[in-house]
């Protein structure tokens, strides 16, 4: 089956620590996306990647880095340095202008 | 700034009933439009999008969305709401230069009692 698979679903964090999220796509798409949620919020961009070896911030990079190594792969690092870490991360992938979305990851800093 | 409103954070409805989303833009040209839906833990799935031609589109799950130029909206709408149809709605549009960057509304939850 095609799609976006994210891992793992639930994460806890100590502060301090650095933690990274993983975000897998087998649609052949050239573009990847990371997004934060908090609730009562819209979706807000972290960083985006047009295609392999280059990616960009978004509105809110601030504590967190990427990779885009293959093109399948996008994986999301939240530092020590993100303030407020909580919340959940949504991985997608896309295509022209559509994006298409993974299940989600859960982090919550203990 | 361009920017996308969702006037309702909060709808119940009744099922069968009638439902209404309501959307709104501010960007100077007409954008790409989307609407998402996401079920509680989950991620996002695309409900239906406009890009041109017939204001009127037909999406998933029964739900349709008309754009209205002249209001600067994209209302989402159901003529009859299942129990399954509860989850929070999000209005998205792209902005066009460079990469194809999505500006979300704060999302409307949807309630529906039996």
């Known amino acids: 089956d095609g799609g976006i698979t994210q891992s793992p679903k639930y994460l806890f964090r100590k502060e301090g620590q650095n933690v990274t999220l993983s975000c897998e796509q087998n649609?052949?798409?050239?573009?990847m996306y990371w997004y934060r949620q908090d609730p009562g919020q819209g979706l807000r961009l972290i960083y985006y990647?047009?295609?392999?070896?280059?990616?960009q911030k978004g509105d809110i990079a601030e504590g967190y880095s990427v990779s885009r190594e293959k093109k399948e792969s996008f994986p999301l690092t939240v530092t020590s340095a993100q303030k407020n870490p909580t919340a959940f991360y949504l991985c997608?992938?896309?295509?022209?202008?559509?994006?298409?979305f993974g299940p989600g990851t859960r982090l919550t800093v203990l | 700034a361009q920017s996308v409103t969702q006037p309702d954070i909060h709808i119940t409805v009744s099922e069968g009933a009638s439902l209404e989303l309501r959307c709104n833009y501010s960007?100077?040209?007409?954008?790409?439009l989307f609407w998402y839906v996401q079920s509680p833990g989950q991620g996002l799935q695309l409900l239906l999008k406009y890009f041109s031609g017939d204001t009127l589109v037909q999406g998933i799950k029964g739900f349709e969305a008309e754009f209205k130029r002249s209001q600067s909206s994209f209302n989402l709408r159901k003529p009859s709401v299942h129990w399954s149809d509860a989850a929070e709605y999000f209005c998205?549009?792209?902005?066009?230069?460079?990469?194809?960057?999505?500006?979300f509304g704060a999302g409307t939850r949807l309630a529906v009692h039996p």
């Open positions: 998205a549009v792209v902005l066009s230069g460079g990469y194809n960057k999505l500006i």
């Open positions: 997608a992938s896309g295509t022209g202008s559509e994006q298409f």
């Open positions: 649609l052949n798409h050239d573009a």
């Open positions: 990647s047009q295609i392999v070896n280059d990616f």
């Open positions: 960007y100077g040209a007409t954008p790409y």
